[in-house]
């Protein structure tokens, strides 16, 4: 490996947030003038039946040019999310009775079936 791309490589400052299957990489790195830049990795780990297992990677360099509207665009996402939908983590993963809103629920021979309440209705009276 060449000296110049060793240099290129350098990481200045790093931190590291695992999530789940997930991990986050943060790093500062140097660029060839010297400056620096931030990059954003996320590793996702995939297990094959057999067991073994192989990492998806995908990365986005931000360099300071970019920083305030990256960081405005970031916060305004985050706000509108909790706004609409609050803190509590919604999903098929983290809620083992988890339903769509469409999704109906159906009895063990495919019927449909429901929770709510229904008045009873009296056909005589229509």
């Given at each position: 490996m060449s000296e110049r791309h060793i240099e290129d490589q350098e990481e200045i400052y790093s931190k590291v947030l695992r999530a789940g299957r997930r991990t986050y990489f943060f790093d500062v790195r140097s660029t060839k003038a010297g400056d620096y830049y931030l990059t954003i990795t996320e590793s996702k780990k995939f297990t094959h039946d057999d067991g073994s297992f192989h990492?998806?990677?995908?990365?986005?360099?931000?360099?300071?040019?970019?920083?305030?509207?990256?960081?405005?665009?970031?916060?305004?996402?985050?706000?509108?999310?909790?706004d609409?939908?609050?803190?509590?983590?919604?999903?098929?993963?983290?809620?083992?009775?988890?339903?769509?809103?469409?999704?109906?629920?159906?009895?063990?021979?495919?019927?449909?079936?429901?929770?709510?309440?229904?008045?009873?209705?009296?056909?005589?009276?229509?």
């Amino acid at each position: 490996m060449s000296e110049r791309h060793i240099e290129d490589q350098e990481e200045i400052y790093s931190k590291v947030l695992r999530a789940g299957r997930r991990t986050y990489f943060f790093d500062v790195r140097s660029t060839k003038a010297g400056d620096y830049y931030l990059t954003i990795t996320e590793s996702k780990k995939f297990t094959h039946d057999d067991g073994s297992f192989h990492y998806k990677k995908h990365k986005i360099y931000l360099y300071k040019e970019d920083f305030d509207a990256f960081k405005e665009h970031v916060i305004e996402m985050m706000d509108y999310i909790i706004d609409e939908k609050g803190t509590e983590v919604i999903s098929e993963r983290h809620q083992k009775d988890f339903k769509k809103e469409d999704e109906g629920e159906f009895s063990s021979n495919g019927e449909a079936t429901s929770t709510d309440s229904f008045t009873d209705v009296d056909f005589d009276d229509i």
